[in-house]
């Protein structure tokens, strides 16, 4: 008896480790199937607005403009997603808005192009199922962080009286000798979806991109070459997801 306890204990160990083995893989996989991995596809539309040298608060309304843009998002886990994004839209500034400003009267228009990729966090999802409706809906705030580039065409000018043109245009509009040109962005935001039915999402997002420059609306040392430009968007996503959910 005492020569075989040791293999009794060692076939006990062995069937145990295996007991175990097949515990945590099932396991693994049953959590790797219980992940939502999935594609999105949608559009958003909203507003845009900005902040830099022709305006003195981060936002005025009267700067405010229209955007539109499509994006693809991969649900790779319940908790992140990847979302890759193209934006098109416009801003403007005009000095006769800002109390502060309306004596230079410089104004400008930018349109901007933008490509982005995102990283998305869900912080939270709320289910909610009306009594008066056959449905379920999720609610589910998300913040996001990313990096991506923006082709702006900036369109410039002074449109004071020619006697002061010196007194305020220092250097040639628009500064730094093109209106095109492409600026490195780092698009942050928060938002709101609403996952409608099995296919269906709506949402509103918002989204603040700095670009590291101060050429954004075409004017620096015209204005203030220590303060770098914003741009800003606030809309409505709209998006639908093919195949088996």
């Not at 939270?124 to 702006?152: C, H, K, L, Q, W």
């Not at 998006?239 to 959910?245: A, E, V």
Request: aromatic share 14%; with cysteine.
């Amino acid at each position: 008896m005492t020569i075989h306890k040791p293999m009794v204990l060692r076939d006990f160990k062995g069937k145990l480790i295996l007991l175990l083995c097949i515990c945590v893989t099932q396991t693994a996989r049953g959590q790797f199937a219980e992940r939502d991995q999935y594609w999105e596809f949608g559009l958003s539309v909203g507003a845009t607005n900005y902040s830099g040298d022709l305006a003195d608060e981060d936002i005025t309304l009267a700067h405010t403009n229209m955007s539109a843009g499509v994006f693809a998002r991969w649900h790779f886990s319940k908790l992140f997603q990847v979302r890759g994004q193209f934006f098109y839209g416009q801003i403007g500034g005009d000095d006769k808005n800002s109390p502060i400003l309306a004596g230079r009267q410089f104004r400008f228009k930018s349109t901007l192009l933008e490509g982005a990729v995102l990283l998305e966090a869900a912080i939270a999802s709320f289910e909610y199922e009306p009594v008066s409706a056959d449905a379920t809906y999720y609610f589910i705030p998300y913040i996001f962080g990313g990096v991506g580039g923006v082709n702006v065409q900036a369109d410039v000018n002074y449109y004071g009286p020619e006697s002061d043109r010196d007194r305020f245009v220092i250097e040639p509009l628009p500064e730094g000798g093109t209106a095109n040109r492409t600026l490195l962005t780092t698009p942050i935001g928060l938002g709101l979806r609403m996952v409608t039915g099995s296919r269906f999402s709506i949402g509103i997002e918002a989204c603040a991109r700095p670009v590291f420059n101060d050429l954004l609306d075409g004017v620096s040392l015209n204005g203030n070459p220590s303060k770098n430009d914003w741009y800003h968007s606030l809309g409505l996503t709209f998006s639908y997801f093919p195949g088996k959910r």
